[in-house]
């Protein structure tokens, strides 16, 4: 079973740009996570989904948005990034409802450093 | 709102030894906790997770407890080895929303 796979593995941006990071889930999983990790705040909730349905967002600007396909695949994209922008870009998914009370498959990440 | 707290420090012991973490939360009763191992570069690696009416979990040479009482966790490693050596993330659910808020971890150092 292959597991979670994001990509690009690392981008580097300039301030200014857009950016989109791609996440495939675990096949048969239906929630996927965001979240931003750095050195400072660690691992800080982006957002989730969950068919295609956006069910909760973290206290992220509004340059911050995603969302999820069909197939559960889904996108985040952060416009007019920021150097503060850099960070390790996880995602989650799992296979319950809900990702509290089942375990969370994560990405390897997307490195992301904005110039 | 919820705090997390784990030791901020690096624990630093001898293989062998049992090491153990603590994962300290406030202003908040959760339902589950987890515990992830995180190596540098990777994403988090679920190991266990323990519900409010189990006091303790065990695999392999893993052990978490969750005392609601004293709102903390405490994640064992027994007879530890250099390979153990990594990030320990304790993670609950938030009170509202379908979201998994994570402690800042503690860095495990396992020297032979």
């Known amino acids: 079973k292959a597991g979670v796979t994001q990509t690009p593995r690392y981008l580097i941006k300039t301030r200014g740009q857009q950016v989109t990071l791609s996440c495939s889930p675990i096949s048969g999983h239906r929630s996927v996570s965001w979240y931003q990790q750095t050195p400072g705040q660690g691992l800080q909730f982006l957002f989730e989904y969950f068919s295609e349905t956006q069910r909760n967002k973290g206290n992220f600007p509004g340059r911050f948005s995603g969302r999820q396909f069909s197939n559960s695949r889904s996108e985040m994209n952060v416009s007019t990034l920021e150097l503060g922008d850099s960070a390790l870009y996880l995602c989650a998914s799992s296979s319950g409802g809900t990702p509290l009370n089942t375990e969370a498959f994560f990405g390897q990440g997307t490195r992301l450093t904005v110039v | 709102s919820q705090k997390i707290e784990q030791n901020s420090e690096a624990l630093n012991i001898q293989e062998g030894k049992t090491a153990t973490l603590t994962c300290n939360y406030t202003n908040y009763s959760p339902a589950y906790l987890q515990w992830y191992r995180q190596d540098p570069g990777r994403g988090p690696v679920f190991l266990l997770l323990?519900?409010?009416?189990?006091k303790e979990k065990r695999k392999e040479r893993l052990k978490v407890t969750f005392d609601t009482t004293l709102k903390q966790s405490l994640f064992h490693i027994t007879a530890s080895q250099p390979a153990d050596s990594a990030t320990y993330l304790c993670a609950l659910p938030a009170p509202y929303g379908n979201k998994l808020v994570f402690g800042a971890g503690t860095i495990l150092r396992v020297k032979s």
């Open positions: 323990i519900r409010e009416n189990e």
